[in-house]
């Protein structure tokens, strides 16, 4: 039965995510730090083919759900792709036909076959749990099952052998099923994702397949709380409210366009970086994250250099959930929902199988320190019948995005709109 201590962590890493090898310009003072840390310049092994396709794959997928949950942008917004695609590549190993076709694509993997898919994801949760000492990075795959509801080894040995994926059968018609769940998850995620499974579990469902993304990561260049100042946060309808600004002073990397500023700030030893995209006055927060695909965020971050300016950045705590049912028919994984056509014959030799829900809860939590974050994707499977130079003030509706800075794998993706509870 799985269990927290199941749950893969590493103080180093988290998952690739773009085809840029980036290697930061920076010329000056840089913000001053908690002390030194060896700075992580390459990544340990060359990417593989397969590996970047993947990559590329994810952060398509990323800025796919970012258009089709933020456009428009009406309210906060937290997600992790890299754990959607997770939970959704495990679940596609138990599909046939036009319904793994459809989940091939709308996770963007293109003509890859499922043993490449399969094999580059090993491959990168081996490298991302690897890079970074001073991060905590932790991902955690489970599948359970009702009582009696056949399964077929294939898949469990598959999804065990590249997912490190624990299986246990449960009863879910007792109330105990739920709790077990629920606790694999808060404790996969830190604490922070209490309950991602109903109580009671309906009885038409037969599976869950979930990830669990963890994220705990101090800044390279730490924020002074001493300089920490509440002041007003603009809306887009013209009215403000108050948010607590961290400010830093230094060379950073920053890039401005006519569109936008951004800012790229680094935690540890700089192979994972939060990238703050803010628009230009008069340029809705919609209009740039309609204009962002994995070509345009690879030469948004490429475009950095070393500059320095004076940054405030609101400090925020939020939680967000979203159900992706509706995002991932949009992308044209049609079948896999309806009764009638979805095929999860690898999976299963019952019929009648579809996948019922799609749901992820997240967690971030920004302040001086760093940042702490967590999520957790399940899929549900159902049974039918059954200072000088720049300055950037953050102070109106903004994009952020956790990255794994070397290979470019985006692990979160975020928009503040308005000041989250506990700011």
Same mark, same amino acid.
């Given at each position: 039965?799985?269990? !927290?201590?199941?749950?893969?962590?590493?103080?180093?890493?988290?998952?690739?995510?773009?085809?840029?090898?980036?290697?930061?310009?920076?010329? +000056?003072?840089?913000?001053?730090?908690? +002390?030194?840390?060896?700075?992580?310049?390459?990544? !340990?092994?060359?990417? &593989? =083919?397969?590996?970047?396709?993947?990559?590329?794959?994810?952060?398509?997928? *990323?800025?796919?759900?970012?258009?089709? *949950?933020?456009?428009?942008?009406?309210?906060?917004?937290?997600?992790?792709?890299?754990?959607?695609?997770?939970?959704?590549?495990?679940?596609?190993?138990?599909?046939?036909?036009?319904?793994?076709?459809?989940?091939?694509? =709308?996770?963007?993997?293109?003509?890859?076959?499922?043993?490449?898919?399969?094999?580059?994801?090993?491959?990168?949760?081996?490298?991302?749990?690897?890079?970074?000492?001073?991060?905590?990075?932790?991902?955690?795959?489970?599948?359970?099952?009702?009582?009696?509801?056949?399964?077929?080894? &294939?898949?469990?040995?598959?999804?065990?052998?590249?997912?490190?994926?624990?299986?246990?059968?449960?009863?879910?018609?007792?109330?105990?099923?739920?709790?077990?769940?629920?606790?694999?998850?808060?404790?996969?995620?830190?604490?922070?994702? %209490?309950?991602?499974?109903?109580?009671?579990? !309906?009885?038409?469902?037969?599976?869950?397949?979930?990830?669990?993304?963890?994220?705990?990561?101090?800044?390279?260049?730490?924020?002074?709380?001493?300089?920490?100042?509440?002041?007003?946060?603009?809306? *887009?309808?013209?009215?403000?409210?108050?948010?607590?600004?961290?400010?830093?002073?230094?060379?950073?990397?920053?890039?401005?366009?006519?569109?936008?500023?951004? /800012?790229?700030?680094?935690?540890?030893?700089?192979?994972?970086?939060?990238?703050?995209?803010?628009?230009?006055?008069?340029?809705?927060?919609?209009?740039?994250?309609?204009?962002?695909?994995?070509?345009?965020? &690879?030469?948004?971050?490429?475009?950095?250099?070393?500059?320095?300016?004076?940054?405030?950045?609101?400090?925020?705590?939020?939680?967000?959930?979203?159900?992706?049912?509706?995002?991932?028919?949009?992308?044209?994984?049609?079948?896999?929902?309806?009764?009638?056509? =979805?095929?999860?014959?690898?999976?299963? !030799?019952? %019929?009648?199988?579809?996948?019922?829900?799609?749901?992820?809860?997240?967690?971030? =939590?920004?302040?001086?320190?760093?940042?702490?974050?967590?999520?957790?994707?399940? /899929?549900?499977?159902?049974?039918?019948? *059954?200072?000088? +130079?720049?300055?950037?003030?953050?102070?109106?509706?903004?994009?952020?995005?956790?990255?794994?800075?070397?290979? +470019?794998?985006?692990?979160?993706?975020?928009?503040?709109?308005?000041?989250?509870?506990?700011?």
């Amino acid at each position: 039965m799985p269990t !927290p201590s199941n749950t893969r962590r590493g103080r180093r890493g988290a998952l690739p995510a773009g085809l840029l090898l980036l290697t930061l310009a920076a010329c +000056g003072e840089s913000p001053t730090g908690p +002390g030194h840390v060896d700075e992580i310049t390459e990544l !340990p092994r060359q990417l &593989t =083919a397969g590996e970047i396709e993947v990559i590329g794959a994810s952060n398509r997928f *990323a800025f796919d759900l970012l258009r089709l *949950a933020g456009v428009p942008a009406v309210e906060n917004l937290f997600l992790s792709p890299v754990s959607a695609s997770m939970a959704l590549g495990m679940t596609m190993n138990g599909t046939a036909g036009e319904t793994f076709s459809q989940m091939r694509s =709308a996770l963007g993997f293109g003509d890859l076959s499922i043993e490449e898919i399969d094999a580059s994801y090993r491959s990168l949760i081996d490298l991302l749990l690897g890079l970074d000492p001073t991060v905590e990075m932790a991902i955690g795959n489970s599948v359970w099952s009702r009582s009696g509801f056949p399964v077929r080894q &294939t898949f469990l040995d598959t999804v065990k052998q590249y997912f490190d994926a624990e299986a246990a059968e449960l009863d879910f018609s007792t109330p105990a099923a739920p709790d077990r769940i629920n606790q694999w998850v808060s404790g996969a995620t830190g604490g922070k994702i %209490q309950e991602i499974v109903p109580k009671p579990i !309906p009885g038409y469902v037969v599976m869950y397949l979930i990830n669990a993304t963890y994220f705990k990561g101090t800044w390279t260049w730490q924020f002074d709380p001493k300089d920490t100042q509440t002041a007003p946060f603009h809306l *887009a309808d013209g009215s403000t409210e108050s948010m607590r600004f961290m400010k830093l002073d230094g060379t950073m990397p920053y890039r401005v366009t006519d569109r936008y500023q951004a /800012v790229d700030l680094p935690y540890g030893g700089k192979a994972f970086s939060m990238t703050v995209v803010l628009p230009a006055a008069g340029v809705d927060l919609s209009e740039v994250v309609a204009s962002l695909d994995d070509a345009a965020w &690879t030469d948004l971050t490429g475009g950095f250099l070393g500059t320095k300016g004076t940054l405030w950045l609101p400090r925020f705590q939020m939680s967000y959930e979203r159900v992706l049912n509706d995002d991932l028919k949009a992308l044209g994984m049609v079948d896999a929902f309806d009764d009638a056509l =979805a095929d999860f014959s690898p999976l299963s !030799p019952a %019929q009648g199988l579809f996948i019922s829900n799609v749901l992820q809860k997240s967690w971030v =939590a920004v302040d001086e320190k760093g940042t702490e974050a967590a999520a957790a994707t399940s /899929v549900e499977v159902g049974l039918t019948s *059954a200072g000088g +130079g720049f300055a950037m003030r953050v102070d109106r509706p903004f994009l952020f995005v956790l990255r794994e800075r070397l290979s +470019g794998t985006i692990l979160f993706v975020g928009e503040i709109v308005a000041p989250p509870e506990a700011s």
